[in-house]
């Protein structure tokens, strides 16, 4: 069995520590595990057969913002972007659809459906393409 995982997390089976006596937390990524649990800054994620444990640079229950600057830049940057492209597109299809002659109640369902669906595909994409930049930087 190999000790460190493709992330760079230490491998700890279970057989070596059967229980994590810490309060499941839902700060974080769980990638797949059953819980997580912190501890500070020790992030550990229990999956069947072992936990995946790593340090953080910053401790997310003391600093929410901090850790998401540190430890966590591709989501910062997928909201970011979920929020510029959205609200940006939700603005400009209001605008239209007020220029067309719609209501305003139709035309802010039409910026926000739009803005929702614009913001989410660009907060997505900016997000797969920061997480596989840190990924490559990290290996």
Known sequence: MEFIDGDGNIIVP????????????????KKEAKRQYRYGALHIREYDTHYSVHTD???????????????????????????????????????????????????LIDAVLNGYIAGSAA??????IANSLKRKRSE
């Open 57 to 107: 640079i910053v401790d997310p229950s003391s600093n929410p913002l901090g850790h998401l600057f540190m430890d966590g830049p591709e989501y910062l940057a997928g909201a970011t972007a979920a929020f510029i492209i959205g609200s940006g597109f939700g603005n400009t299809v209001y605008n239209i659809s007020k220029k067309e002659g719609k209501s305003t109640k139709d035309a």
């Open 123 to 128: 907060g997505n994409l900016v997000f797969s």
């Open 14 to 29: 279970k057989a070596v520590r059967p229980i994590i006596d810490q309060k499941e937390t839902p700060l974080g990524s």
